[in-house]
């Protein structure tokens, strides 16, 4: 098992503000990283009016949910790669970034998206160097369970 | 099979209508239906740099994807279903599309998401009173294929 | 939430007969319920010669991984949609299976299918009245995760 | 487009030798191939009573039909991949099929599995060199639409 040392505290700082920062379409969503680590994360986003889709229940549209679901495995695979790349400053690994790619996503809607706020977790399922499989879960401000999701990412 | 008259006209303006000025996050990906009938639809959006994941290469964020094919899917359950609502007016019909809600999705990638713009279409597998099955895919203005997708809804 | 009397405990034993009994192609992977409830269900299997899809490692068929998931995915939506069923003698109730049918079904594949024996273990994640959603697991006799899925079941 | 020379034939119909005579569990649900390229394939069974799940209907096990789904998409991506390896006999090319491992699998299950025989084809919707993404069909003897899939394959 890795120690953490100054470089991973800096690498995932760095992953935080690409994630943030620099990814146009997680700022439309309003993403922001709840919490960090090479083997789970958390993103939390707050409830806006344009997020809806059902406007008649004024529930969360599926497609910000699969998105936010998308991008949370994503990101564990991500971070699951990281470790397993030896050498290089946290500059240039976290520049790898860009080679990550979803190549499958399920997602099961199990409640309405209702809520104040939401929370997506990942973690991983599978930790391959070339594959990484991720299991992703959405609740809402009151710990509903709204949606759950599995991902299969390119991450070689 | 049904013929084609006033009030199916209508119905189809509404449900477009409805697609694309009432639900706010269609709104935010900035779809529009290109085609519509009781048997399929294609939706159109435009490449923005805010719906940009991959922030080197400029490729759509897979949540974009997903997001598109999960609500041209839904668009697609929802017109095979209003085929079996008997009586009604076009109006009472459309107001059902509140009623539609996304089971499952799966989202395959298969190309970068690069183009000018895009083009989703959705098939029905699976006509039920409960649940439809569709099939989505999505292209871009050269015609390569972005992506594919199944989605189970939930109609009764 | 219902309490245990004895028609539940003779209509879990009945699902149990039925179960390994009356469908032949359980017979033919072999399976057995290890544990049931109306929350959960553990089935299990050896190992078998005949069970193989990889000749040279000896590995499990995917389609023997798939076909468990499926089969405890769907024994579990239905103990969850047993519940909701009021009036009738356990042999009626039972008799219900035959109308659950499975919508859709995700399997991701962790790690290669060795082992003495296998437990397959499912849970629901979202019980409705026409639509269940299950999770499954499969892991072997050293308890290392093997696959898991996710199965959408019609069961009203 | 490569040329179809004698290796090539040599080659088909050594997979096709392997695939029926030596995975024991293709030979438990007695698939034969019904025809073989490097693009596609087509798997043929016939229904038999220990095939079924659903023991009021006699309908076809779920497992039954994700088990065929996973071969048929795993026999294409195989295929797919062997096209890229360059030398080597066709003897050495074919034993890389032990290679080839299921990511993960989706089946849509949408008509009851009857028939006198089935009929499952597979084609390739991304051809990677690391990962491959194959689209199933199941139909029956009457061209019915039972079920279709769509499956993520390692073959690097």
Redesign the interface.
């Known amino acids: 098992m890795p120690t953490m040392d100054r470089d991973d505290d800096e690498t995932l700082e760095l992953v935080r503000k690409m994630f943030t920062e620099?990814?146009?379409?997680?700022?439309?969503?309003g993403v922001e990283i709840d919490s960090l680590s090479f083997d789970d994360a958390r993103v939390r986003f707050g409830y806006r009016?344009?997020?809806?889709?059902?406007?008649?229940?004024g529930t969360l549209?599926?497609?910000?949910v699969?998105?936010?679901l998308?991008?949370t495995g994503?990101l564990v695979a991500f971070l699951s790669a990281l470790r397993s790349i030896e050498g290089g400053t946290p500059e240039e690994k976290t520049?790898r970034l860009?080679n990550v790619?979803?190549?499958?996503?399920?997602?099961?809607?199990?409640?309405?998206g209702l809520g104040q706020w939401f929370m997506a977790s990942g973690t991983i399922?599978?930790a391959g160097n070339?594959?990484a499989?991720t299991?992703m879960e959405l609740h809402n401000d009151e710990d509903q369970?709204i949606a759950?999701g599995?991902g299969?990412y390119?991450v070689?």
């Open positions: 620099r990814i146009p379409f997680n700022q439309v969503l009016d344009d997020l809806v889709g059902n406007f008649v229940r549209h599926g497609g910000v699969s998105a936010v998308d991008l994503g520049e860009a790619g979803t190549i499958d996503l399920r997602v099961d809607y199990l409640r309405p399922l599978r070339k594959v499989v299991r369970h759950v599995t299969a390119l070689g």
